[in-house]
């Protein structure tokens, strides 16, 4: 079975700076996927940015990037010049392909941007 | 174009009561699922469908839970003699099939039990 680990429950950071979120799983897979979701108050959960794991390049989207360390089954989300509007619940993902996409995700960690 | 819509937004019921919740996906959208959110936790998968396949309803907690999925697009998850632990937040999303696809959440539905 998949398991996606996410070890800080809660983290904050000045608006401005930045942060990094992280995130380890346990497959016995070669290929799959990863993603980050953002739900904040409002409880939609957004799609922040996902990553193959063939790739080597991490993947980027403005101002989050990834840290993909595959040998080390860690993925982690930094968030740089970090903004109110940042503040949410943050979920890391796991998909493992060609099983009708299912995921698995982590607990969560509670991000607060503090102006 | 419209996202995963889900209703009621909010609900209230008593205990021992059934209850039925309501997503609406993506148009073109052959995936479905169903999450719980309990107060702080993270997401619970409880149901999935594709297509005409049978779903994978390994996630349902109880067979107080069930779902079905009417043509291929929307779904209705019921909860039937509803207990307080039951209270949660209810997620529903829906992707294309095929590698790599995210998932596309609706807002939930917040069911409380009193």
């Known amino acids: 079975a998949q398991t996606v680990t996410q070890s800080q429950p809660e983290m904050s950071v000045q608006e401005a700076e930045t942060v990094t979120l992280s995130c380890t799983y346990d497959?016995?897979?070669?290929?799959?996927?990863l993603f980050w979701y953002k739900q904040p108050p409002s409880r939609q959960m957004i799609l922040v940015i996902r990553?193959?794991?063939?790739?080597?390049q991490n993947a980027t989207e403005n101002r989050f990037s990834v840290n993909f360390q595959k040998a080390a089954k860690s993925f982690s989300l930094k968030i740089s010049d970090s903004q109110l509007g940042d503040t949410a619940m943050y979920f890391c993902?796991?998909?493992?392909?060609?099983?009708?996409?299912?995921?698995?995700f982590g607990t969560g960690t509670s991000l607060t941007v503090i102006p | 174009g419209a996202g995963v819509s889900q209703s009621p937004s909010n609900k209230v019921t008593e205990k021992g009561k059934d209850v039925e919740l309501r997503c609406d996906p993506i148009s073109g959208h052959t995936a479905l699922y169903w999450y719980r959110q309990s107060l702080g936790q993270g997401l619970e998968f409880l149901i999935y469908?594709?297509?005409?396949?049978?779903?994978?309803k390994s996630g349902l907690p109880s067979d107080r839970f069930s779902a079905e999925r009417t043509g291929g697009s929307v779904s209705t998850l019921t909860i039937q003699r509803t207990q307080q632990e039951d209270s949660a937040v209810y997620l529903c999303?829906?992707?294309?099939?095929?590698?790599?696809?995210?998932?596309?959440f609706g807002d939930g539905t917040r069911l409380s039990i009193l």
């Open positions: 469908f594709q297509g005409n396949s049978a779903p994978d």
């Open positions: 993902a796991f998909m493992k392909p060609y099983t009708g996409n299912q995921f698995y």
């Open positions: 990553q193959e794991a063939y790739k080597q």
């Open positions: 497959t016995s897979e070669s290929n799959y996927y």
């Open positions: 999303a829906s992707s294309l099939f095929g590698d790599n696809q995210p998932q596309h």
